[in-house]
């Protein structure tokens, strides 16, 4: 463990990235399987239901959207910080290597 307590695993602030995009595509795929099974019984529906599930669906669709937007805002800040570690760690190599 470094000296002053905090370490950054690079592999694991990748993998984080990914893992959350994953975990979006879950939530997109689980909305389109409901959607179409709702559509096969949404004919039958009176009244509101219908319009009231399809403002539901859209709200949904868009709530994806923003999560990958935001996403991809928080990956491109992550892989910042994740780089400035990278070029520190190596710049603090290289000086210990001076010191030889």
């Known amino acids: 463990m470094p000296v002053d307590g905090f370490e950054i ?5 990748d993998d984080a ?14 909305i389109n399987e409901l ?16 319009e009231q ?3 539901r669906l859209l709200s949904w669709r868009r709530n994806v959207a923003d999560m990958r937007a935001l996403l991809g805002h928080a990956q491109v800040s992550l892989g910042d910080i994740t780089e ?13 290597n001076a010191r030889r």
Do not use: H, P
């Open 17 to 30: 990235g990914i893992d959350l995009r994953k975990q979006t595509d879950i939530i997109e795929q689980a």
């Open 84 to 96: 400035r570690y990278r070029r520190g760690d190596l710049q603090e190599a290289g000086n210990w």
């Open 53 to 55: 599930y399809d403002q």
């Open 35 to 50: 959607d179409a099974k709702v559509q096969a019984v949404k004919s039958d529906w009176i009244g509101e239901a219908s």
């Open 9 to 13: 695993k690079y592999s694991g602030a």
